[in-house]
């Protein structure tokens, strides 16, 4: 197994909030199925450790951008689901804009036009 560098996998701050609510637009889930979604849909690039998960879903809950409530697993056992609110949905709207503007300046310096 190859050796990761240290920047392998890690996020930006900030960016891991806009990676949970966006996970949650699909619907609810519970912690462990966040972190699946967000690692496989990076191509596992992304790697969410249970230390900064955690934290990020209370964070989120506290500014009201995600509700959580108990229901069975799929494998029968108790389990927190956190669905998205409509808050979560605005912020996501804002959240998604500035990244994407974050892109386009950083790409402007890596590959600046030729004139």
């Known amino acids: 197994m190859a050796k990761r560098t240290k920047t392998e996998g890690e996020m930006l701050q900030g960016t891991l909030d806009m990676l949970v609510l966006q996970t949650l637009l699909l ?7 966040v ?12 790697q969410v450790e249970h230390g900064s998960l955690y934290p990020a879903l209370h964070r989120l809950e506290d500014r009201g951008w995600i509700a959580s409530f108990w229901g069975a697993s799929e494998n029968n056992r108790k389990a927190k689901y956190y669905k998205l609110t409509p808050s979560g949905r605005r912020q996501l709207a804002a959240e998604t804009s500035r990244w994407e503007q974050l892109v386009r300046g950083i790409g ?8």
């Open 35 to 46: 972190a699946h979604a967000i690692e496989r849909g990076s191509g596992d690039i992304l």
């Open 108 to 115: 402007r310096i890596l590959r600046p036009a030729v004139e």
């Open 27 to 33: 619907g609810p889930a519970h912690g462990h199925t």
